[in-house]
């Protein structure tokens, strides 16, 4: 469906604009070529499943269009993953290629020694490395392999078929009223599933066109660094009708004005973690028209979303058609639709049902309220899923560090409450800084309290120091993110 219409477009509307940056732009008709004139050279080579590894550009929808219409699963790497996160994601999917746009990127530490092609990629120069991995064997159908942004150490693959994509893209364009005069702006790594989806499938499914700026014009500094004024005026010079954003990042992007109707935004999702509903009232105050919506990689990103004309703030949404939820006693949301294939080097999901990990319930109008998650897993404003054990370990690690506890849900970095037989503050900063090192930034700990030990459980020693700990997070800045 998503490369006939693109054969489709590049027929009947050739000159439409279809994809862009600051530097070039290509119509439907020059994006369809590009993608036509990358696969022979591909199938010299037998590329049988490919990794991706850039930052977001023309070349990079290029790239996921050629590997979609060649039937070759693509694994999209996020550049905020650590160099353990992408060896492992690597080795355990098995690419036989990586492809990415980084001329000094780091590949003697995974065990890459030969550079097999530097491309032209949408005007845009690529590097392509051949991989020794062994293969794994796939799920049938896998179509694109999404990493998580790693509840643990070591992120999961989920396996997806382009039939459960291209179901969601239909049903999720049809709910937005996404339609051929919409720019939109993606502003989330398009390795990010929710923004490979939602922000470029959606939009050139129904004839409409897609900025792919780098993240760094956008004002990303890091994954959870935002220079919200440069974010501001990114929406404004592509004159975007539709972006997709996270708590934090809409939260700053309040901060520097009380009124946004210069901008031609019409439809501004929020997703990823905890909205708060004060939030998207102020947002809605300052017409930003913002909308929550609820999402699983495991169902191909988007589960239910708020619109213009069905929308409960609260709520999460009413769930795409092609959803079906039911709850356990307990009040875990179970999916009994549209499942994935199932996680990489696991057993296939059971095509009956599937536990999310959330808890929520419908309301008397069928809207979704997400209340909370079953497992001990806190979702940063940033959208990254964390598991604090996994940090805590890291931690522990450390010498001068006996116990530590990790916290930062819906919060735009993590802190900590530590035990140590030291009362040396520089001295465990020092220790602290060394585990961050080894962690990717939204897993690094920023501020962190020194106490006696105490209970060994968490909710209790959270009640316990929450006034302090919620005392970190106001004393900061707001460009401390």
Request: with cysteine.
């Amino acid at each position: 469906m998503l490369i006939s219409k693109l054969k489709h477009y590049s027929q009947t509307k050739g000159d439409r604009i279809a994809i862009k940056n600051a530097e070039i732009s290509f119509t439907y008709a020059e994006l369809y070529e590009e993608i036509q004139t990358l696969i022979p050279q591909w199938q010299a080579l037998d590329i049988q499943t490919l990794a991706l590894l850039a930052d977001n550009s023309p070349a990079w929808a290029v790239v996921d269009f050629a590997a979609t219409q060649q039937h070759c699963p693509i694994i999209p790497l996020p550049l905020f993953f650590s160099q353990e996160q992408i060896q492992h994601s690597l080795r355990q999917s098995g690419a036989n290629y990586l492809l990415t746009d980084h001329a000094l990127f780091d590949t003697k530490s995974l065990g890459i020694d030969q550079l097999k092609s530097t491309y032209v990629i949408a005007q845009q120069t690529c590097y392509l490395y051949r991989l020794n991995y062994p293969k794994p064997s796939l799920f049938p159908k896998t179509s694109k392999i999404t990493y998580t942004s790693g509840s643990t150490g070591q992120p999961k693959g989920v396996c997806l078929s382009l039939e459960q994509i291209e179901t969601v893209v239909a049903n999720l364009a049809e709910r937005v009223g996404a339609n051929s005069d919409d720019t939109h702006l993606a502003t989330l790594p398009l390795a990010t599933l929710l923004e490979n989806i939602a922000g470029l499938y959606v939009p050139l499914l129904v004839g409409g066109s897609c900025c792919l700026p780098s993240l760094s014009e956008l004002g990303f500094r890091q994954s959870n660094q935002l220079e919200p004024k440069l974010f501001y005026q990114a929406i404004r010079h592509y004159q975007a009708t539709s972006l997709i954003t996270t708590p934090e990042i809409l939260k700053q992007l309040l901060t520097i004005r009380d009124d946004f109707s210069d901008l031609a935004l019409r439809f501004v999702a929020v997703g990823g973690a905890v909205v708060s509903p004060l939030l998207l009232k102020q947002a809605q105050d300052k017409n930003l028209p913002a909308y929550q919506g609820y999402g699983l990689s495991e169902l191909a990103s988007v589960v239910a979303v708020n619109t213009l004309n069905e929308n409960k703030i609260g709520s999460v949404g009413r769930p795409l058609p092609h959803i079906k939820l039911r709850f356990t006693d307990a009040n875990e949301i179970i999916i009994q639709s549209q499942l994935f294939l199932g996680y990489l080097g696991q057993t296939a999901t059971d095509t009956n049902s599937w536990h999310s990990g959330d808890l929520g319930y419908f309301d008397e109008e069928g809207y979704l309220f997400v209340t909370g998650r079953k497992r001990n897993v806190f979702i940063s404003s940033y959208g990254r899923n964390i598991s604090p054990e996994w940090i805590e370990q890291s931690l522990c690690s450390q010498t001068l560090i006996l116990q530590a506890y990790v916290f930062g849900e819906a919060q735009p970095y993590n802190v900590a409450v530590i035990t140590s037989p030291t009362s040396d503050k520089q001295q465990l900063q020092t220790s602290i800084d060394q585990v961050n090192q080894t962690l990717p930034d939204y897993a690094q700990v920023k501020h962190w309290l020194l106490k006696p030990p105490s209970t060994e459980n968490r909710q209790e020693i959270w009640q316990h120091y929450q006034p302090e700990i919620e005392n970190l997070y106001s004393q900061s800045t707001t460009d401390e993110v």
